[in-house]
């Protein structure tokens, strides 16, 4: 099914949550948790609600009563804009808006990168660390896929452009802004090092590079074998515009650039394609008519968690995966409606159980 991720205007993602009223580890290595993002803009507030999922049984746990509050006066001005559908799916625009993005490691803390003056923040299980930032790039989102990159006290933000792109480093300190040759699709970090995936011009067409930068501010590039392609990356139906650090990858779609920190190369991930299929295959839900982006990729316990819209503009798929291989998956349909289900299923796509919830605006898996 072809693919483009074209930029909208939404929310940075946020990383949360775990079940009950603390967030300590099981021991489960099956046991996956999320958390249910709801916005209240009649009181300005954002509220976290856990959920623990073992993706091998397929049952959850799913609370009601909130793991973290925090204030909300965002505006359609703010540094984080509005959690939406991509507006080219819609005529009208519709969803909420948030100047908070946070970082999730699984743990009982969270970071909370904000631009709200004199946040309130009501914690019960979950607690959490404040970085004001200031106004500046914009987080760009459709669901989970974004240009920005969060970390336990340190938020990159990337503004694309096709010769040149600008990447920022705010931390509770200070701001750094950087310039990279190309168009940048992502960053990762890792054990001190920063890698930066740029789509670069050449004379006989277009190539991906990764920009490394160790802690001691050397830069060295290197050129993605098996990347070199007549048209821009920005376009590309298998791995244009954005993707996300995982495992020592970065993902979009079912492609991947593997080997980041020694020889990269770029490649076609048939069981990641194959398992798109299984999971559009598993309900009757209209599939889209338009472009959309990739899902985003995140490393969980030695797994990859694939979260974002991958068939539908109807449903939000969270995919397991362990070495690019499906593990199990969960849908929450129908996400248009005030109440939904989140369905789990096994690797074939054979249903498991259903839950009824109120329709969050995000939901969230941990980093680490």
Known sequence: ????????????????GMMGCSTKQTGNTSELPLLLRYTDDTNHQEQLVQ???????????IDTTPLLTFSNHATQKDFWVVLQLW??????????????????????????????NNINVQENGLKA???????????????????CYATPDKLYVFEQGEASSTVYEYSPTKVTKMTVDG????????????????????????????????????????EVANSQRE????????????ATFANDAF????????????????????????AYKTIANATTLEPFSGSYPSPTFYEYNGYTIAIGSTFSEDEITIAVFKNDKLQAFALVTDINKSDATI??????????????????????????
């Open 129 to 147: 660390n404040v970085v004001h930032v200031a106004d500046g790039a914009i987080c760009n989102q459709y669901y989970n896929m974004t240009n």
């Open 251 to 274: 993902y979009s779609n079912g492609v991947k650039v593997s080997s980041v920190n020694s020889t990269p190369r770029l490649e076609f991930v048939q069981s990641i394609v194959d």
């Open 231 to 242: 048209e821009s990356y920005s376009l590309w139906s298998d791995a244009g515009g954005w």
């Open 343 to 368: 369905t789990t299923y096994d690797a074939t796509g054979k249903k498991i159980s259903s839950y009824n919830i109120k329709t969050p605006v995000q939901v969230i898996v941990p980093q680490g």
């Open 87 to 116: 507006a080219g799916l819609f005529p009208k625009p519709h969803g909420h808006v948030s100047n908070t993005a946070i970082y999730w490691n699984g743990t009982d803390a969270v970071t909370l990168f904000t631009t709200e």
């Open 183 to 222: 168009y940048v699709m992502g960053i990762g970090t890792k054990n001190n090092v920063t890698y930066i995936l740029s789509a670069t011009s050449t004379k006989t067409g277009h190539s991906l590079v990764i920009h490394t930068t160790n802690g001691n501010g050397a830069t060295v590039d290197k």
């Open 51 to 61: 959920v623990a999922w073992d993706t091998k049984t397929g049952t959850m746990k």
């Open 1 to 16: 099914m072809k693919r483009i991720i074209i930029g909208c205007l939404l929310l940075l993602t946020l990383s949360l």
